[in-house]
């Protein structure tokens, strides 16, 4: 599972992959942060569909084209807003994660990129964030095999930092 989990650090809108995965809020209507890059980027089609589908609730995720981008589809999911760690917050981060993996199985996509979900505007903690984000991914990959390539972008350096932490922990390199 290793060698099809790769990070990238930049901007997920110029990736060449089958899809890639937005940290929405529930209006779908999109907001700041990777959102904002990624409607900038598709273009204004994208509001357009995402205004047929009536939102999304928090954990859940939803497919729409990719129009301009060069990723053919788009996942919007809506990760949860940080309180205190004691409404549900990981939980509803791990539902989001699997909300988006389920699609990908479902859809047969052979590639895909994730930004850090609930990490920026959200203020989801990045070590808690980045743990689940690597646990959910690698289990994926474990069972979805037309899985070819996961990409995590991390798009700072302390988010880069963390994620490479959590993957030396969950999934160290064999000796
Ligand atoms: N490519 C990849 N990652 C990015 C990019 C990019 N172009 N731009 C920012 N990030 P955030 P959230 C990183 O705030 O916490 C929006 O307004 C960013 O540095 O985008 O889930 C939505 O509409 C951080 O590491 O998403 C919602 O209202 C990560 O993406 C709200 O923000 C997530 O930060 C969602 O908040």
């Known amino acids: 599972m290793r060698e099809r989990l790769e990070l990238f650090k930049g901007d997920?809108?110029?990736?060449?992959v089958s899809v890639i995965v937005n940290a929405a809020n529930s209006s779908l209507l999109g907001g700041g942060g990777v959102d904002g890059a990624i409607h900038r980027a598709a273009g204004p089609e994208l509001?357009?569909?995402c205004r047929k589908?009536?939102?999304?609730?928090t954990g859940s995720a939803k497919l729409t084209g990719g129009h301009n981008l060069k990723a053919a589809h788009v996942i919007h999911t809506v990760g949860?807003?940080?309180?205190?760690?004691?409404?549900?917050e990981p939980d509803l981060l791990t539902k989001a994660y699997r909300s988006c993996f389920a699609l990908i199985r479902q859809m047969?996509?052979?590639?895909?990129?994730?930004?850090?979900i609930s990490t920026g505007a959200y203020r989801f903690p990045l070590e808690?964030?980045?743990r689940i984000a690597i646990q959910e991914g690698l289990a994926a990959l474990e069972e979805n095999l037309v899985l070819r390539k996961l990409i995590f972008v991390?798009?700072?350096?302390?988010t880069l930092e963390a994620y490479q932490a959590r993957i030396e922990q969950l999934a160290p390199v064999p000796a």
């Open 12 to 16: 997920i809108t110029t990736l060449d």
């Open 53 to 57: 589908l009536n939102g999304c609730p």
């Open 128 to 130: 808690q964030a980045s």
């Open 154 to 158: 991390c798009y700072d350096a302390a």
């Open 108 to 116: 047969g996509f052979g590639s895909a990129a994730f930004p850090s």
């Open 47 to 49: 509001v357009w569909e």
């Open 80 to 88: 949860p807003i940080w309180r205190d760690g004691n409404h549900g």
